[in-house]
């Protein structure tokens, strides 16, 4: 079954929101509790101060994903590099994405990009997965330099997914920032998927141009990673 890892910052009080919960009740999932380390402070140290704490915040973390309705176990590390880390335990349990948590109620609008050199098959398959029979709409969204750029893609992928059952628009943005393009569109919506090799993935994902994702209010971000193997 399709596995989503969970990134949560765990000594620092930090959570799951229950609209994400839900929304990864199809999938299994994977908690991995991290804490970033001082350069000059070993992991040892840190797991025998703190590691049954945190390992007791992780496992009541799996329980509610597991009664979300997938299964769900958990990872603790203590690492001194977070993007490291989050590639290296996706890897290892073989996580099909990995999602960013953002606040957010019941999903009921996914915004999916599109844009960009991303595996388009693997994004919609994950979507058609995750999305199952509920009743979410999905917004497949692409961000081109010019007008005729990538027509195909988004059409074919919006014929896709409506053979599979899903309510499914489509919209389009011309010229500019393929980041401010997603940030305009991402507060109609509840969630986002993206793919690992998006233009707009390390803005979005990995802290850069924290102040402007925060004012656009938004929530969790599912990103569906890039196998070389299959994607190249």
């Known amino acids: 079954m399709t596995r989503v890892l969970v990134p949560v910052e765990v000594l620092e009080g930090n959570t799951v929101s229950p609209g994400l919960m839900t929304l990864l009740g ?13 350069e000059q402070t070993p992991p040892d140290q840190a797991r025998m101060q703190y590691g049954e704490r945190a390992n007791s915040a992780l496992e009541d973390l799996s329980q509610e994903f597991r009664t979300a309705g997938g299964a769900a176990d958990y990872r603790l590390v203590f690492t001194h590099d977070r993007e490291q880390t989050i590639g290296r335990i996706a890897e290892e349990v073989d996580a099909r994405a990995f999602a960013i948590s953002g606040m957010t109620g019941n999903v009921d609008r996914l915004l999916v990009s599109l844009s960009g050199d991303v595996a388009v098959d693997r994004i919609l398959t994950f979507v058609e997965e995750l999305v199952g029979g509920r009743d979410i709409s999905v917004t497949l969204f692409l961000a081109t330099s010019t007008e005729p750029t990538g027509a195909d893609r988004l059409d074919t992928a919006a014929e896709r997914l409506g053979e599979a059952g899903i309510d499914v628009r489509t919209e389009r943005a011309v010229g500019g920032s393929p980041f401010d393009a997603l940030i305009e569109t991402a507060p109609n919506h509840d969630a986002i998927v993206m793919g690992e090799n998006a233009p707009s993935f390390r803005s979005l994902v990995f802290g850069e141009e924290t102040d402007r994702v925060a004012a656009a209010s938004v929530g969790p971000v599912l990103v569906v990673r890039y196998d070389e193997a299959l994607d190249g």
């Open 26 to 38: 199809t999938v299994d999932v994977t908690v991995l509790g991290y804490h970033v380390l001082p």
